[in-house]
């Protein structure tokens, strides 16, 4: 079969049909990247090129409530910051971790209203240059391209709120929580669409909402049903309406979740993390004519050669079956990899992830 470009190779997958191979795509570390040039990947090269991987690109806007932005303490080690979401935080500078949360400003109905009433969409939140400067390049070159929203249960615990101050509010003040996320979606919705009808269109919706850890979900499947589901279902619509995908992204075990899901017409799922207890093969053999998969290469075994081939070489023959599977880890790739291990993974998911 012919090479193809990328955006050919993910329109097979969701079609759910063969390819030259299999989409490889990968999330490193930026401390990953520093240890790769370290050990020989030149310092200027494009990750995705040096490998020979697939790109993917994102488009979006701003849809944070604009609070200003200012450093509260800086040492060589770490940055304590204030941000748009109004949010403090404190991220390490020389070792890749998620943000250490210090402190909020939306706690309740009054300071949310307040945040809510900053939400104006206007056209000076897209980065119009960027899109003018990149994204011919994107479409002649074959990428595809993703609209990228920011709404649900991890942008609000994560961004707005705070993980225990959500949970309890999805108990004691449903209607204010489905207000926030119903507030975030359409808020990125107007965004998206502004970007459409400038004629940047795009190839899927994408959007992240981790609603699981490792043990299962963060709250109850009926609960799922009433206060989130509705507002998942109303942005898979608007991309089918426009006829393009729906693709999310949910760290954990959200196994009670994909049924729903496949019913509301999500098209894609990633990263389908092992250690959390989603399966690959189960997924694939239960759901995958009609959900693309992507991810299931567990990121635990990366740093581990021998273990990490017999996993792609065990896996990539049954999840590329009549297409409809995406090559990478289950959440991204640690600085324990070393560039030799990584060159080694790419060629043997190549190998096996032909269709030839």
């Excluded at 050990?39 to 990750?47: C, I, K, L, S």
């Amino acid at each position: 079969m012919a090479e193809m470009t990328t955006r050919e190779r993910f329109q097979r997958m969701y079609e759910h049909r063969d390819a030259d191979r299999v989409p490889m795509i990968g999330g490193p570390w930026g401390t990953t990247l520093e240890r790769w040039r370290r050990e020989g990947m030149p310092a200027d090269a494009d990750f995705a090129d040096y490998f020979g991987l697939d790109h993917v690109a994102g488009v979006g806007g701003d849809v944070s409530p604009r609070y200003e932005s200012k450093v509260v303490e800086e040492t060589d080690d770490y940055i304590i910051t204030f941000d748009s979401w109004g949010t403090t935080s404190k991220n390490w500078k020389h070792a890749s971790s998620t943000p250490h949360w210090l402190g909020r400003t939306v706690v309740d109905r009054k300071t949310w209203e307040d945040a809510k009433a900053r939400l104006e969409m206007g056209r000076d939140r897209i980065d119009w240059n960027h899109l003018r400067t990149h994204y011919p390049t994107w479409r002649e070159k074959g990428w595809w391209i993703h609209g990228g929203l920011f709404f649900g249960f991890d942008v609000t615990h994560a961004r707005i709120v705070g993980t225990e101050r959500l949970l309890t509010l999805m108990m004691d003040d449903p209607e204010l929580v489905a207000d926030m996320y119903n507030t975030e979606l359409d808020c990125s919705l107007q965004l998206l669409q502004m970007i459409w009808d400038e004629g940047y269109t795009f190839d899927c919706i994408f959007w992240c909402d981790d609603m699981g850890y490792r043990n299962g979900t963060f709250f109850s499947v009926p609960m799922y049903r009433e206060l989130l589901l509705p507002v998942q279902k109303r942005a898979i619509d608007w991309a089918h309406e426009k006829g393009i995908v729906a693709h999310l992204h949910s760290c954990g075990n959200i196994n009670a979740f994909v049924p729903d899901l496949l019913e509301a017409g999500l098209d894609g799922l990633n990263p389908l993390e092992v250690k959390a207890g989603m399966d690959p093969v189960h997924l694939k053999q239960t759901y995958g004519d009609r959900l693309v998969l992507d991810g299931g290469i567990n990121a635990m075994l990366w740093d581990h050669i021998d273990q990490i081939e017999a996993e792609i070489v065990r896996l990539l023959p049954v999840l590329k079956e009549n297409g409809g599977y995406i090559f990478r880890e289950d959440h991204s790739i640690p600085d324990s990899v070393s560039l030799d291990n990584y060159r080694r993974i790419v060629q043997i998911a190549k190998e096996y992830g032909s269709y030839d």
